[in-house]
């Protein structure tokens, strides 16, 4: 328990007279009474059940070192995990930019003034740009489903529909999130989600199961491609075509580290794309890598539906110079509080900069040998994997860097699996088993440009022993 006569050695604000003065500024009686505010069962009842105070700074950095000792990492083991947070190489001089004081230091700022800094997030949005096919890039949001959830609510404006087609294989993750800003069915902006079942054969859409629940009523037809358990969507032009035809927007989610070998989403019909950042020179962070982006047409109907920031150039007085400054700031909830056309946070702006410095380090080329290097050794990894007696591949032959293996033949579930894999210092594939999937005992495994061809035969080797 608090102890207001008692400083705590790591709290400044806990000084005996600290919290009265804090209550005599505002004209509180008590901490009581400035929460009255929330009802009473929303209260803990049970003090919580903390350890005690470490006073001295040696005891409290030898007690955070021993608790984070027992941390199994990806340098010190095997990782062929994914699933949202994937394991790329992050060049050296990413990590240099993005740690030098003008950047990691400044999260906001006067953006008139903070021309250096407002170049590189331009370079960020034309680069990705670039990359989609598409003009408009906002920057980064905190996460891939917050970005999609963002965009599914640019449709609802922009059509003035309130459902939205979702495929059924989707990252649970992700969807949950999707739901949360389709708002619950009480509220008037509520959105309703709809899921298109998977062709069991391939793991795409089911284009019958599309059209038939395609109608005058939904905003957007969102898929991913690659999708979440790695098949590449074929028929990616055709379900825009679709979607268009019934007055629909089509939200394309794709991994951007794909499009040095997939075709661009706006060469086939995306009219707002979204996709994490992570892949574009971001540590997975333990999970605090994360962060997606929104992109669309410079079309005015979608460029002022946008919730966040968009950095824009422009020539200046002085011939041949240019400045950088945001566009249509006035329609975030910055400009406009919550007359704005969506919440937008403080979002994942130092990412943009990683991304934006890790884009102009491989270039056209870089990107398309990164991308030949995952597809080639994701394949090779689901070749000899297949070649393990009780292991299937599903879907084998459609993915870009995840593949789902099914290990129902083994005799023994994908928990049993990855626990005796960890003991030997490899992280299997994501346990998909408990999702809605029919897939049985199966896992999502990725494999990225930092997987050897050694690596992925001693996976095998060790796969075959524990079963």
């Not at 992050?90 to 030098?100: K, L, M």
Request: glycine fraction near 10%; include cysteine; charged fraction near 20%.
């Amino acid at each position: 328990m608090f102890d207001p006569n008692r400083a705590h050695p790591w709290m400044a604000n806990s000084a005996p007279g600290s919290l009265r003065a804090m209550l005599d500024e505002i004209g509180a009686g008590s901490v009581e009474e400035v929460f009255a505010q929330i009802p009473e069962d929303h209260f803990r009842k049970a003090p919580l059940d903390l350890p005690p105070t470490l006073s001295s700074e040696i005891a409290l950095r030898r007690d955070l070192v021993g608790k984070l000792k027992k941390n199994a990492d990806c340098e010190a083991n095997l990782s062929f995990l994914g699933a949202g947070v994937w394991q790329h190489h992050v060049p050296a001089i990413v990590d240099e930019i993005v740690g030098r004081t003008e950047f990691a230091t400044n999260v906001w700022g006067s953006y008139q003034s903070d021309h250096g800094r407002n170049q590189a997030w331009f370079e960020f949005s034309s680069q990705l740009g670039a990359l989609l096919n598409l003009d408009v890039v906002q920057l980064p949001v905190y996460s891939w489903g917050c970005a999609t959830g963002h965009a599914m609510r640019m449709a609802q404006r922009i059509t003035g529909r309130a459902k939205v087609l979702v495929p059924q294989l989707s990252d649970p993750e992700r969807l949950s999130v999707i739901r949360t800003y389709c708002q619950p069915s009480a509220m008037q902006s509520h959105i309703e989600v709809v899921l298109v079942a998977a062709d069991p054969t391939t793991g795409r859409l089911d284009l019958g199961d599309l059209q038939a629940k395609l109608g005058d009523d939904v905003a957007a037809v969102y898929f991913e491609n690659p999708e979440y358990l790695g098949t590449i969507e074929t028929e990616a032009a055709e379900i825009a075509r679709l979607a268009r035809a019934a007055g629909a927007e089509t939200i394309v989610g794709v991994d951007p580290i794909s499009l040095g070998v997939m075709t661009a989403p706006g060469d086939y019909g995306a009219d707002i794309v979204t996709g994490p950042v992570q892949p574009l020179g971001v540590h997975m962070q333990c999970g605090g890598g994360a962060g997606g982006f929104i992109a669309s047409r410079d079309e005015e109907k979608y460029v002022l539906e946008y919730n966040g920031f968009l950095v824009s150039i422009v020539e200046t007085l002085e011939e041949g110079q240019v400045g950088f400054g945001l566009a249509c700031p006035h329609q975030n909830s910055y400009g406009s509080r919550e007359h704005g056309k969506d919440w937008t946070g403080n979002s994942t702006y130092l990412w943009a900069i990683a991304g934006a410095v890790y884009m102009s380090l491989l270039g056209p080329e870089g990107f398309r040998e990164v991308g030949t290097l995952i597809v080639s050794r994701a394949r090779y990894a689901a070749k000899c994997l297949g070649e393990v007696p009780g292991v299937r591949i599903v879907w084998p032959d459609t993915s870009f860097k995840e593949f789902v293996v099914n290990f129902d033949d083994t005799g023994k579930t994908v928990g049993e699996i990855n626990d005796l894999l960890r003991a030997r210092g490899i992280f299997g594939g994501k346990d998909i088993s408990d999702e809605e999937n029919a897939l049985g005992q199966s896992a999502l495994y990725c494999v990225t440009e930092l997987h050897t061809a050694a690596d992925i035969r001693h996976l095998c080797t060790t796969l075959k022993e524990v079963l």
